[in-house]
């Protein structure tokens, strides 16, 4: 098993930045992919960038440019910088871990939420 912890939201600025961690205890050796979803009321869950543990990464076209996700292995932590945040960018963000491919099976953190004023 692995467990998730969240932390870094809060109240921001339209303009402002955020940097959230997620820090991974138990299991962390079959540990691959990390990331971040996020979650908007009355909307799906969506990926927001992914990164593997060799440090490949994706991102949703919404956040290219403005965020940036990385990952400390030897402290089993993924971060994610948000910069230029936007209103809609408000959401409970959420980090998950997987053995394989981020899209796959997985462990989820209770989520952290985010909201952005304009």
């Known amino acids: 098993q692995v467990q998730l912890v969240e932390s870094g939201g809060g109240l921001v600025q339209a303009g402002g930045s955020l940097r959230l961690s997620c820090a991974a205890s138990g299991s962390t050796g079959s540990i691959n992919a990390m990331g971040w979803y996020r979650q908007a009321p009355g909307k799906q869950r969506e990926l927001v960038a992914a990164?593997?543990?060799?440090?490949?990464?994706n991102y949703a076209d919404s956040v290219k440019g403005r965020f940036t996700i990385s990952r400390d292995n030897a402290k089993n932590t993924v971060y994610l910088q948000m910069n230029s945040l936007k209103p809609e960018d408000t959401a409970v963000y959420y980090c998950?871990?997987?053995?394989?491919?981020?899209?796959?099976?997985?462990?989820w953190g209770q989520g952290t939420q985010v909201l952005v004023s304009s």
């Open positions: 998950k871990a997987a053995r394989t491919v981020l899209r796959g099976p997985g462990y």
């Open positions: 990164i593997s543990s060799g440090g490949s990464t």
